[in-house]
């Protein structure tokens, strides 16, 4: 029989049956990813190079039921888990060496309500992916300041942007999520339903519960251009004159 080794919560190693594993690959629309797979070290690697580590398993995420899932296996089983939206993850959290990763990043739905100005997105949607569905409207968010930033990690750590001077933090834009808990349930939180769960995680991190959608308040700005202008130092009196009244106005 095939076992597999894995950190549990202590930090010590456990030994989870194959049956075991297998039982829950059974229940998943997506895909179970472990050690010696072909894209296993593609798909624990995150942006930031200089993190490398290496979990026990890894479920990329269909959908809802397969976050559920992995989350009830991962209580059940007391394993050290990770959850991994856009890859971004600067500081590595999004993965963790010997445990259990649930990967977000299959998940890449957009849906835009023009009318009422809003967004629904999953939680493995990048901020150039978000913003193409948007601006398709003339619409807009508080989003990341890099095109590769993943919706998720920025969310739910507060999240700065080049809008922020205007529309604030992107929290402060976030209406609702559906947030799967350690109990494997999923509720849908917001001002009026489950508020003191919206109040945490709006700028508390990925701790308390694994998001699997994210709807934003949108803003009329037009279609966004945004690149770098360079002027002669000769013109710098100039030009920095010029920009302080335009700014003020």
Known sequence: ????????????????????????????????VLAGDDIYDEVRTVWNAMIDRKPAIIVRCAG???????????RDNDLLLAGRGGGHSFAGNAVCDGGFVIDLSPMQGVLVDPVKQTARAEPGVIWINFDIETQAFGLETTGGTNSDIGIAGLTLGGGHSWLGGK????????????????DGQMPTASPTENSDLFWAVRGGGGNFGVVTSFEYQLHPVGTLLAGMLLHPFANAKEVMTEYREFMRD
């Open 167 to 182: 529309y604030g933090l992107t929290v402060d834009n976030l209406l609702s999520v559906d947030i799967v808990t350690a």
């Open 1 to 32: 029989m095939v076992v597999l080794e894995a950190i549990i919560l202590s930090g010590s190693k456990s030994v989870i049956g194959d049956e075991v594993v297998e039982e829950l690959n059974g229940k998943l629309r997506g895909q179970m």
């Open 64 to 74: 809802p039921s397969d976050v559920i899932n992995s989350v009830n296996f991962a």
